[in-house]
């Protein structure tokens, strides 16, 4: 276990050297702008502009952090040659895979947790008071650090058997299409025979990222229920250990000479 | 001077009369471009398309459109413009991405309902505005309302208008000035006084400043157009007792038929014309006043706040 966590510190070490928290800036400037200059040319949505600004920035800076480097774990170790460094050792190659999950997902919540002080923060500078309802924007944050976990591991998955640019193209498009999901559901319902079995199988194979968006409720302050919140984080759990256990699968028999 | 010193020199003044030239080059191609142009494009017109577009973060997405249409309208009215092709489209995408956006329907509707120069006159894009908010978020008394509102003032509907109230006053926790509203609107629609009961309605039922000055300006001009109404029947009647008109307010006072000279809600005297007829001094302070407006009288174009 100690040799996944050294792995996932060292994953979590790299993504800080490569600068990927510079993005916070960038976040920080996004957010404070708006919340100054919406209030000047818009009509009353001050605080949902900071709150839907936010939390989408946190989930796209996210999801492009998660695909980016997610894609490069493993083929740039092997490129470096340090893979066969780390293999050398008594390391296992499951091992290899996990550690590097959590290390991603780890910098990812890092980034997230600092994001989420700039909402708060920009949400007090214009409601100039926090009230009760403001705690479902740390469920929906919640979600997205879920999303961020199934997207990290499709990323893994990819980059275990395929080149960088092929596995970016599979893991933004399994995010454009997770997105359209209730679609996707909704088609399968209305075709028939075989296009039918095809569609319900597409749909419940591709990751479900609509239900963990819950950005537009929480944004008029409508809680999210209990049992949204345990099936999700069940689901989405589920999911990136389904991810995961195929990138082991497939690293596993990997000819890495 | 060094080698890397002369690369930095040269590179540092290159890249300042680079960004002055794109700068100055982008200012020509703005003027190239008619305002018109750029701004009466709508890239895509249809809701369900922008909604499949934003990736689920609809709710972004919608604050910039209604960002967009709050631009777009208040571009248009400041310029007294009589065309307002693409307010509703936008107001309609707005509402598709984001149901629950309850200030784009209250505002929408009172950008779209109202004759030119003081809205887009399309009242029935404004009810039907309302009405889909009205199905989206059937629990908000605010939106029954806007409608019995739009029917009443826009569309002069009294039956709708109580109606729309009516309903109004059955969601839970509805304002009970709902209640008022529906009665009142059911026996004396067309009255001054339920106009007057609307707009204090209007003012009552909102923190929003915008939307209370309206109420205030409308409520003083509907004291201006009783005041008038009043003073003329009084006019009237003095003619029958001395066949003359009046010469001046002091006649009426003289003839114990005022108590002082008149003045209007700013404090300014009203005056009285030698055919008999009350005006105001200064039309421009009451923007919404019917009765009696000089004849030279044009409305100045409307403030924006």
């Known amino acids: 276990m100690s040799r996944v966590v050294h792995i996932a510190a060292n994953t979590f070490r790299e993504a800080v050297r490569d600068r990927v928290l510079y993005n916070l800036i960038a976040f920080a400037l996004l957010l404070s702008g708006a919340a100054i200059l919406v209030g000047q040319i818009s009509i009353d949505i001050e605080r949902l502009v900071v709150v839907n600004l936010g939390l989408t920035a946190v989930s796209l800076f996210g999801v492009v952090i998660a ?97 960088p640019l092929l596995s970016a193209v599979f893991a933004f498009s399994l995010f454009v299409i997770g997105s359209f999901a209730e679609d996707l559901r909704g088609f399968a319902r209305m075709s028939r025979g075989l296009t039918q079995g095809l569609a319900t199988a597409a749909a419940y194979l591709v990751p479900n990222f609509s239900a963990l968006n819950v950005i537009g409720q929480v944004a008029h302050e409508q809680p999210i229920s209990a049992h949204l919140i345990a099936y999700n984080t069940a689901y989405a759990l589920a999911y990136s250990a389904m991810a995961i256990c195929g990138a082991v699968l497939i690293f596993e028999r990997r000819n890495l000479k | 001077m060094s080698g890397l010193r002369k690369v930095t020199v040269t590179a540092s003044v290159v890249l300042l009369l680079s960004l002055a030239s794109s700068v100055f080059l982008l200012g020509r191609l703005d003027q190239m471009r008619t305002t018109a142009t750029l701004e009466e494009v709508l890239y895509l017109n249809s809701p369900k398309w922008v909604r499949r577009l934003s990736l689920g973060y609809t709710g972004l997405l919608a604050d910039i459109y209604w960002t967009r249409a709050v631009q777009y309208f208040g571009s248009h009215h400041v310029v007294k413009a009589k065309d307002y092709n693409l307010l509703y489209p ?15 329907y209250q505002f929408g509707a009172n950008f779209l309902a109202p004759k030119p120069p003081e809205g887009a006159g399309q009242p029935d894009q404004g009810v039907a505005l309302v009405e889909y908010g009205i199905r989206n978020n059937p629990d908000n008394w605010k939106l029954y309302y806007e409608l019995g509102f739009l029917y009443y003032v826009e569309k002069k509907d009294y039956a709708k208008a109580a109606e729309a109230f009516e309903r109004g006053a059955k969601v839970p926790h509805a304002h009970p000035l709902l209640h008022v ?110 009765k009696r407006l000089p004849p030279e009288y044009k409305p100045a174009p409307p403030k924006l706040h």
């Open chain 2, 181 to 290: 509203l529906a009665a009142q609107m059911a026996q004396h629609a067309g009255e001054i006084q339920t106009s007057r009961m609307l707009w204090q309605a209007a003012y009552a039922t909102t923190q929003d400043e915008l939307i209370r000055k309206n109420a205030v300006d409308h409520l003083r001009a509907l004291k201006v157009d009783e005041d008038i109404t009043e003073l003329e029947k009084i006019v009237a009647r003095y003619r029958e007792q001395t066949g003359l008109l009046p010469p001046s307010f002091n006649a009426l006072i003289g003839a114990g038929m005022l108590f002082g000279v008149p003045a209007d809600p700013g404090g300014k005297p009203y005056k009285l014309l030698a055919d008999g007829r009350v005006e105001l001094q200064n039309p421009e302070d009451f923007p919404f006043v019917e």
């Open chain 2, 90 to 104: 936008l107001l309609e995408i707005t509402t598709a991405l984001d149901p629950k956006l309850i200030v784009a």
């Open chain 1, 67 to 163: 695909i980016f480097i997610g894609i490069g774990l493993v083929s740039k170790e092997m490129e470096k040659r340090t893979l066969y460094t780390v293999l050398s050792r008594p390391v296992r190659r499951w091992e290899f895979i996990v550690g590097k999950f959590l290390g991603l997902t780890g910098t990812l919540f890092v980034n997230t947790f600092f994001m989420a002080i700039g909402v708060f923060a920009a949400l007090l500078y214009v409601s100039h008071r926090f009230q009760s309802s403001d705690a479902w924007i740390l469920v929906a944050l919640f979600f997205i650090v879920l999303q961020f976990l199934i997207l990290c591991s499709l990323a893994l998955l990819f980059s275990s058997f395929s080149s």
